[in-house]
């Protein structure tokens, strides 16, 4: 789980528990806060935000194999449904502020049992809670 995304130098989840002092240069950390994940491209790519990047499946399915985990849940992103699931079920976003400034109709929140493993973040579907 982070805010954001998926830095592409990450080799262990240690890298992500400990960025703040492991990798301190602002680009680890910014893609780790601020990135969005985007359908419509391969690797990465400038972020409209300022910050962070766009990242695509490639991106996904490497920093995720090395971490040998199935699935990435991220908040940060307005969802019309208050979720959305990116890459072929291989990222979710839950967002949990609906209405203005974003005009998004629900907000959403996870109830899980972290020690889940999971293939594909439609299964955790009936675990999301929209208001």
């Known amino acids: 789980m ?10 262990s989840i240690e890298d992500l528990a400990y960025a703040h ?8 950390l ?19 935000r300022g910050a962070g990047k766009l990242f695509g499946r490639k991106v996904t399915e490497k920093v995720l194999g090395k971490l040998g985990v199935g699935v990435l849940i991220r908040g940060h992103e307005p969802c019309q449904e208050g979720f959305k ?12 502020r609906k209405g203005p400034p974003y005009f998004n109709a629900y907000g959403a929140y996870l109830d ?10 439609s299964q955790l579907i009936s675990r999301i809670h929209q208001f």
């Open 2 to 11: 982070v805010h954001g995304g998926l830095p592409q130098r990450v080799d």
């Open 21 to 28: 002092s492991l990798y301190p240069t602002r680009d680890f």
């Open 112 to 121: 899980m049992d972290l020690s889940d493993k999971l293939a594909d973040a």
């Open 85 to 96: 699931i990116n890459h072929n079920g291989k990222v979710l976003t839950v967002f949990s």
């Open 30 to 48: 910014e893609d780790m806060l601020w990135s969005d994940p985007d359908e419509t491209i391969e690797e990465t790519d400038m972020s409209p």
